[in-house]
């Protein structure tokens, strides 16, 4: 197009930038003729002249002289001989253009007039006899076009080289004669040299470059391609040496090398994308975005390219012949909806897109469809990074997107984008097949799973009113149902009017209520809840999937594989979905104005916090806010918190709900923290400790208690311990010891001096079963009784008759004083002492017993066995069963018998297990798994310490075991303690 320009005399003002002007002639003549408008049937007239060759054709142009010389020729279909073309050309400079040769020829050899398909045949001698001419003649130049397959407009050659296998034999004569012809005579000429590829672009889109920013750019690029070698990233297409692309990169400002490889080598390897004009095209839209949308671009680049556009989208997919890839585009990369921009809102808030931008660079590398499409890191990183960009970033990213696309592949060196849907769109596709209800459902149960009852919580489901929450001591989690109450991030801090009633109401009726601190609620964020939902429909249709293994079948193994391990990872996704969803936690506090809730937003669960039950990370936040009491109660706060004031007396069970019913107080969850403030005050002499089904007192002077949480354990206040009597210590062998005298005493006589020395009158059955427990051991026992005259033929009685006998008819006499009398005393054994209540109170009467056989040296086995009480399940029996690795160094033997009844089943599971505590613990969780599913539970757990050498009660042992236990809190408890 230009040498035709010039030739006719055209004179751009910039030609010197191209041409030396002083080579082109005042005067040529030109003749330009394009093939496909030529009719050799019917003639094509020209200049008043009806032509029916290319000679024709040429010489009409050349003017009438010329013609009249080539008429006959023209006339005849012969071509004109090498005399002819010069005594036309003379000594005037001459320019002849043919253009799609090719299509002539097709054009000629498809005639169904024999004699217009011959003139195919005059084709090449007419081209070497022009050619001829040209290469003798300087003042003469012959252009002739052949387009390439990597053309734009190269489909007729094409088509030319499928005719070669179909088409008549004299056309493939004639087509390789005139291509040999061609390749023989004369030059053949790319229309641009790849390094002028930069060249024209730049000047058919801009006006003027800057030349001091394309020198800072080039600068600043060589200073970070430096960095990023620094670092050990191996940059390759000629960035591993910085400076040399830094000067590549000023002549091709404001075009980064890298676009310009991408769009001539790769892209312009497409056979209908035109390297100069197709690049020109796109080019000018990709300039317009940035333009009109005011982006700062220092450098335009591969990932640059804007799919957005849909101009830019039409001409990289349909314009080249590719419309699969519009769908490909649009919905993983190309828009606002698109996988990448969601990995970009998600992963990249508030910084570049560079998942889209990774994802248009790969993209522009898998238009090719060869087996070597797709980006390397290499290719992806060129064509993506700018300054300060970190490269691991990158990849980063288009992992992120892998994840969710629908298109997008990694085969272990190349990402590509493909047309097949991949395993994600396999799952999307499935997902529309999911109906609500069953996602509804679905949700429902795994929101149960992820914040079930654990530990000290107990979680309520889905209330639908103040009945649905119980008033109790105990500390109960309330998750709020997501369709039926959720809250805006933004807004969240102001507790729902919901949650605020069910804190102040409770039962049918709606009474106040009155344990306020005993609940915390749980409630979603409703920007979450959509995404909740897709997830759970995700694994839905994921199960729906791999269950069907006909259409697994239909898929590729590596589809399969994918799909299989979508299989694993969509459940977990659903849940962490669901932790981000309920985020919204309202607890307690003092705050009137915001109706006694304070809110606090959970933090986001990872994947591997995820797997766990979430109840732990409700009391995680609990413990962060302060709202959980770790540390140790002193006596003086008990007191100034939990009495009412000016009260003399408080049970155990108020001071334990006074945690429970202040909103503003500290939840009181570890039961040791509340037994070990109260058993310090007992020692403390701050309060006496009696439990009133026992009738007993523990004073500062008395072995501490076991501290039992009931109504019907009360705390006195010393002084009105004392005005009610209470205040007294038990009898011990001690206070026998020294009222029996040095010999002998009856009965009643020894009552008397008791109550002289206790400053109280003691019970006879009190003395009766101390006298019992001092009368073991035969020989070695403490005490020797009689019921007769103490003399040579009265019988000692034994402990068992002891404690049955009327204390005022007996005679209590020291061993010694026995002997010396004549009274034979017996043999036998050590009873075992045998104790039932709840822990502390248990463990108390088993002590005081044991100290009282004077014959015993200790306790060899310690015996603690649970029952399973009706209506509670196996809940004591676990609770005595976590005593086990609480008490490691002891390591007891373990006895469990249940029997186990569920509904609908027949004859139910009868359960016997014994051995060590190392294999009892082995097969505890799914043992007490099962158990909790039944409907009937019964059976007992014993805990069996054996000791080596006997040990005394007051042994550290012993302590630990008592301590243990009693904060456990099992129940009512069964002791027995073998002495030695």
């Known amino acids: ?126 081209l070497k006899n022009l050619f001829e001419l040209a290469a003798g003649n300087p003042r003469v130049a012959v252009i002739i076009t052949l387009a390439t397959r990597a053309d734009a407009y190269g489909r007729e050659t094409e088509d030319l080289h499928e005719l070669l296998d179909e088409a008549e034999a004299e056309f493939a004569a004639a087509l390789q004669d005139t291509q040999s012809i061609v390749a023989r005579t004369g030059n053949v000429i790319k229309p641009a040299e790849d390094a002028e590829i930069v060249e024209i672009l730049k000047r058919r889109l801009f006006a003027e470059i800057a030349r001091p920013a394309a020198r800072e750019a080039a600068a600043a690029y060589r200073a970070f391609y430096e960095d990023v070698r620094a670092q050990g990233e191996p940059l390759g297409g000629g960035a591993e040496a910085p400076t040399t692309y830094a000067e590549l990169i000023e002549r091709s400002y404001p075009f980064h090398p890298e676009l310009v490889r991408v769009l001539d080598k790769r892209i312009g390897s497409i056979s209908v994308f035109n390297r100069a004009r197709g690049a020109l095209r796109l080019l000018a839209e990709v300039v317009d975005g940035v333009w009109t949308d005011h982006r700062e671009v220092d450098l335009l680049n591969v990932a640059d390219i804007d799919f957005r556009r849909p101009a830019v989208l039409s001409h990289l997919t349909i314009g080249i012949e590719r419309p699969d890839f519009e769908p490909v585009a649009r919905v993983d990369f190309a828009g606002a909806d698109s996988h990448a921009a969601e990995v970009d809102a998600r992963r990249f808030a508030g910084r570049p897109p ?10 522009c590398h898998s238009l090719e469809l060869v087996t070597t499409a797709g980006a390397t890191r290499t290719d992806y990183l060129l064509g993506t990074l700018r300054t300060g960009d970190d490269p691991t970033i990158i990849g980063e990213a288009l992992a992120e997107v892998e994840k969710v696309a629908w298109h997008l592949a990694w085969d272990g060196a190349r990402w590509r984008f493909l047309t097949e849907p991949n395993a994600n769109a396999i799952i999307a596709e499935e997902m529309r097949n999911i109906p609500n209800s069953r996602v509804n459902a679905e949700l429902d149960a795994l929101i149960h799973r992820t914040f079930p009852t654990d530990g000290p919580v107990r979680t309520l489901f889905f209330p639908t009113g103040p009945a649905s929450v119980s008033d109790e001591a105990a500390l109960r989690l309330v998750v709020m149902h997501h ?10 801090s102001a507790a729902p009017a919901r949650v605020v009633e069910l804190l102040d109401r409770c039962g049918m009726a709606e009474n106040i209520r009155m344990y306020r601190n005993a609940v915390v609620f749980l409630v979603a964020d409703e920007d979450a809840k959509d995404a909740m939902r897709d997830r759970v429909r995700a694994t839905l249709a994921v199960d729906a999937i791999v269950g069907d293994g006909q259409r697994m079948a239909q898929f590729s193994p590596d589809v399969q594989r994918r799909i299989r391990a979508a299989h694993g990872t969509t459940r977990l996704e659903a849940r962490v979905a669901i932790n981000r969803c309920f985020r919204h936690l309202y607890y307690p506090s003092g705050d009137r104005a915001a109706g006694y809730l304070r809110h606090v937003e959970l933090p986001p669960q990872q994947q591997g916090e995820a797997e766990k039950a979430q109840t732990r ?90 501290v039992e949480i009931s109504s ?19 009898l011990s062998w001690d206070d026998l010891d020294r009222a029996l005298g040095p010999e002998q005493a009856a009965g009643p006589a020894l009552r008397a001096r008791l109550e002289e020395r206790l400053g109280r009158e003691p019970e006879k059955r009190e003395v009766l079963d101390v006298l019992a427990r001092a009368a073991e051991g035969g020989s070695s026992a403490r005490v020797v009784a009689v019921a007769a005259e103490p003399g040579p033929a009265a019988v000692p009685l034994r402990p068992d008759e002891i404690a049955a006998a009327s204390l005022e008819q007996l005679t209590l006499l020291r061993p010694a004083a026995a002997k010396r009398i004549g009274i034979r005393l017996g043999g036998g054994g050590i009873r075992p002492v045998e ?54 160094r002891l390591a007891p033997s373990v006895a469990l018998e249940m029997v186990l009844e569920f509904a609908g089943l ?67 408890l069964r002791l027995r303690a073998e002495l030695a």
């Not at 041409?19 to 003729?33: F, I, K, S």
């Not at 320019?95 to 011959?118: C, F, K, M, Y």
């Not at 209540?837 to 066995?865: C, E, M, N, P, W």
């Open 712 to 730: 019907d354990v009360i705390l006195f206040d010393p002084d009105e311990a004392r005005r009610r009597g209470i205040a007294r210590r038990p």
């Open 617 to 706: 990370t409700i009391l995680d936040a609990l413990r962060n806010e302060g709202k959980i009491r770790e540390a140790k109660l002193s006596t003086d706060y008990l007191r100034q918190k939990t009495w009412p004031a000016g009260a003399t007396d408080v049970t155990t069970k108020d001071v334990a709900d006074y945690f429970w019913k202040d909103h503003a107080a500290q939840l009181v969850l570890d039961p040791t923290l509340l037994r070990d403030a109260i058993r310090d005050g007992v020692r403390n002499g701050a309060w006496v400790y009696y439990d009133a089904r026992a009738e007993r007192a523990w004073t500062s002077d008395s072995p501490p208690p076991g």
């Open 483 to 492: 369709d039926d109450l959720a809250v805006v991030g933004e807004k969240a």
């Open 1 to 126: 197009m230009a040498v035709y320009h010039l030739a006719r005399g055209s004179r751009p003002n910039n030609l010197a930038e191209f041409v030396d002007p002083g080579l082109l002639p005042e005067r040529c003549q030109v003749a330009a003729v394009v093939g496909d408008t030529l009719d050799p049937e019917n003639g094509l007239l020209t200049n008043g002249i009806r032509t029916f060759t290319i000679w024709g054709e040429i010489g009409a142009q050349l003017g009438p002289e010329a013609y009249a010389q080539l008429a006959a020729s023209d006339a005849g279909r012969t071509a004109p001989g090498k005399a002819t073309w010069e005594a036309i050309v003379g000594d005037t400079p001459t320019v002849i253009i043919i253009d799609e040769i090719a299509q002539h020829l097709r054009q000629l050899t498809s005639s169904g007039n024999p004699d217009v398909r011959r003139m195919a045949q005059a084709i090449p001698p007419f």
């Open 906 to 972: 027949q004859p139910g599971a009868n359960l016997t297990l014994a051995g060590p505590a190392a294999d009892y613990q082995r097969v505890e969780d799914a043992v007490f798994a099962l158990a909790r599913t039944a409907t009937k539970v019964a059976g007992s757990l014993r805990l069996d310490f054996q000791f080596e050498a006997p040990l005394p009660p007051t042994a550290d042992e012993i302590a630990r075991i008592r301590k243990v236990i009693a904060d456990l809190n099992p129940g009512v």
């Open 354 to 363: 560079y998942a889209t931008r990774a994802c248009t660079t790969v993209f």
């Open 835 to 888: 104790v039932t209540g709840v822990a502390g109170v248990a463990f108390q009467r088993l002590l005081d017993q044991v100290a009282d056989v004077a014959a015993a040296k200790g306790i060899t086995q310690l015996s603690v066995s649970a029952l399973a009480e009706p209506g509670e399940g196996p809940r004591d029996l676990s609770l005595l069963g976590k005593a086990v690795p609480m008490l490691p």
